[in-house]
């Protein structure tokens, strides 16, 4: 109890600047470390001397990255939002050195050494403080919490009846191509689509990919360990830290530990079965681990936005707008959310304060309104529509995924041909209900109480402004159920209106609770949050199926041992960027996932489905070449489709039909069970 004390007394202390790291500090970079080389080393099911180096490294050089732009902007810093610019920082950087540089990564890993041990000395000192015991605390419950939030990634695996179960969602092979692609000496460019051959890399957010790209260098650990070990349990654990800094700076230190324990500790509507099953905040960021960057990322913008509104420095508040416009290359579809909220807030808090200034906001939104359309007519960026066209397909879609389930009945009125406008708003309840689960309920309580008491601060008219840009992006936007990114521009955005309000919304009622006996109410938030990371334990086991029937074929995916054996196989093999093909085209890509190599054609039934311009591209003729080389009957056939395609590995399963000549068919270079591969090079050393 007397430790508690020292929490709450240390947290309502005024902080003081410090000229380096301090104990505390240096005990959360230590910790850290030893949560992240505990995460990859489960996950490896090996300890790698490479891994744990930069492991031990990557804290103090995010810090000094941080460090480094809060002294630039002379902006009041500490130690969770040091970490947080650090880590925007980096991977802004790997990402842009990945896009135009063809070096290898070993040459930026020193740049970065070098930037980050001499740049600091080349700045003016200024305000950082030192790392509290709250701030301790916080950093702590956010690495337990990540971790028990990815038990199902940490654990990734186990064996069942002579095959593995990946108990990861299925796109964690596909996210393993990303960081497989950038491990070369290529530009993305120049390394093209990983999973057809000929195509230009797609758009995409890379960003968040950087960090685990480095340690999957650095560490010489297969791209499937980097994303499931580490890139998605430390974004978990970013988003624990970015709740606790924005309720820092907007109020207090015990402020930013009950908005941590509010949208980390404390189970999602869907968790406890009343949300729709594809509205689950904690299961999606999991499944979708970039939106835990983006959502990171964007709230530190919002930090450095408000800190200047709060200060009258255009300087900080610009800042605020470039890192918010940086959120495209973490999540694209949080970006859309959060992007014109943070410019509105900007432009509405830009000193002086003028009325005019509501005209430019009013001009802005114009602007982007009126631009949309025109991107889409020139292929530039997502292909959406703000037509108000999509909520009747959208919400047929939601009620056919809920038949069989308790909520049913909830969704049956959606059936029908023209539920809208007569039911929407019975819509708007379930949409508030699945978006923002308990806060649905205490935001609004909040809102009520300031407005009654006439304290309304910015941000109660943050958290408004979140909702109000959910409900347009979810009832606003085009779509027919084929479109290429409507429905993730419609659903995946929840998540930042999830966090961001369940953040404001707690910190604000701490501010208020707070105001007449601080210590106390800190004392019963360090003992909620202690307790409360019981949660996560416990419902983080078998979050990756999450609650809809969809989990049953996306998750828990059984793979053949020998398939494994296969990929690894191909994966120890020269040169990296050969080219792989598994013979049922790859649908969950994880020959290519496991592989760490580029596939010939891969998943053509979701790039048909998915993409529009897959669809007009020659998609027919590049099977057409991989049909050919499948039913060559001789040598010199088998010669000419293997110039034609590139392929160097060919993965055949136990049950194809192979009519290649014998001499050639019967001599794979690897072979388990049944399961094949073929260095299809060697039919060159072979006579037609």
């Known amino acids: ?105 070993w040459v930026l890993l020193i740049v970065f050494l070098v930037a980050v041990a001499s740049i600091p000395k080349l700045l003016p ?165 970039g939106g835990l960057y983006g959502v990171a990322v964007a709230g530190t913008a919002l930090i450095l936005i408000m800190q200047g509104v709060r200060e009258e420095c255009r300087v900080w508040i610009a800042s605020g707008v470039v890192v918010g416009a940086l959120v495209v290359f973490f999540k694209i579809q949080i970006f859309a959310a959060a992007f014109p909220l943070l410019v509105s807030f900007a432009i509405v808090g830009w000193p002086p304060r003028k009325q005019w200034q509501w005209l430019i906001l009013g001009g802005c939104v114009a602007a982007g309104v009126a631009l949309l359309p025109l991107a889409n007519r020139f292929y530039i960026g997502p292909n959406v529509r703000f037509d108000l066209s999509g909520s009747v397909w959208y919400w047929q879609v939601l009620a056919k995924m809920t038949n069989g389930t308790p909520l049913e009945s909830w969704y049956r009125v959606f059936n029908g041909a023209h539920p809208f406008p007569l039911h929407l708003p019975q819509a708007i309840g379930l949409l508030l209900v699945n978006a923002l689960g308990i806060f649905a309920v205490v935001a609004p309580l909040v809102w009520v109480i300031v407005a009654y008491r006439k304290i309304w601060q910015a941000s109660e008219s943050i958290s408004l402004a979140a909702v109000a840009i959910l409900l347009l992006m979810t009832f606003g936007m085009g779509g027919t159920g084929t479109s290429d990114n409507a429905h993730e521009f419609i659903h995946r955005p929840f998540v930042w209106a999830y966090w961001l309000v369940g953040s404001l919304a707690a910190g604000r009622l701490f501010s208020i609770l707070a105001a007449r006996r601080p210590q106390v109410w800190t004392r019963s938030v360090v003992v909620s949050a202690i307790t409360l990371t019981l949660v996560p334990v416990c419902y983080g086991f078998g979050l990756q199926h999450g609650k809809g029937s969809v989990g049953n074929v ?135």
Not at 24 to 45: H, M, P, R
Not at 71 to 100: C, E
Not at 600 to 610: I, P
Not at 617 to 630: A, D, H, N, V
Request: with cysteine; charged share 15%.
């Open 125 to 289: 000192r200024h305000r950082r403080d030192p790392l509290s015991a709250l701030g301790l605390l916080s950093v702590i419950v956010s690495l337990v919490a990540a971790t028990g939030w990815s038990q199902d990634l940490i654990f990734p695996t186990k064996p069942l009846n002579g095959t593995v179960v990946f108990k990861p969602w299925s796109d964690f092979f596909i996210h393993a191509t990303f960081v497989a692609r950038s491990l070369g000496a290529e530009t993305l460019f120049q390394v093209g689509n990983y999973e057809w051959k000929g195509l230009p890399a797609v758009f995409y957010h890379y960003a968040s990919y950087s960090i685990p790209i480095c340690l999957s260098k650095v560490g010489s650990l297969p791209a499937y360990t980097s994303v499931v070990g580490f890139w998605a349990p430390f974004g978990s654990f970013l988003t624990g830290l970015a709740s606790y800094a924005l309720g820092r700076v907007f109020w207090s230190q015990g402020a930013g530990l009950l908005a941590l324990i509010a949208t980390f500790l404390i189970p999602d509507a869907c968790l406890l079965n009343v949300a729709h099953p594809t509205y689950g905040y904690f299961w999606l960021q999991h499944a979708a681990p």
């Open 1 to 105: 109890m007397s430790y508690i004390k020292e929490l709450a007394k240390t947290g309502e202390q005024k902080q003081h600047p410090a000229p380096g790291f301090d104990t505390y500090g240096l005990l959360a970079c230590l910790l850290i470390s030893i949560f992240f080389i505990g995460w990859i080393t489960v996950a490896n099911k090996s300890l790698n001397f490479g891994s744990v180096v930069f492991l031990f490294a990557l804290p103090w050089v995010l810090l000094r990255a941080g460090a480094i732009v809060t002294a630039a902007l002379r902006f009041p810093s500490f130690f969770a939002l040091d970490f947080l610019l650090g880590v925007t920082v980096v991977s802004i950087a790997v990402m842009s050195w990945k896009f135009f540089l063809p070096l290898s990564l």
């Open 554 to 688: 996306r998750s828990s995916i059984h793979v053949d041992r020998d398939l494994i054996d296969c990929a690894r196989y191909i994966r120890n093999q020269a040169p990296a960027d050969a080219v792989v093909q598994d013979s049922q085209l790859d649908k969950f890509l994880i020959v290519g996932g496991l592989s760490d190599r580029p596939s010939f054609a891969a998943r053509v039934d979701e790039w048909t489905r998915q993409s529009k311009v897959f669809r007009e591209s020659g998609y027919q003729e590049q099977l057409g070449k991989l049909q050919r080389l499948q039913q060559a009957t001789s040598i010199p056939d088998l010669q000419h489709s293997v110039r034609e395609t590139g392929i160097r590995w060919y993965v055949a399963h136990p049950d194809d039909t192979n009519v290649w000549p014998a001499e050639f068919r019967d001599h794979p270079a690897f072979e388990s069970n049944g399961y094949r591969v073929y260095d299809m090079q060697r039919c060159f050393d072979l006579r037609g």
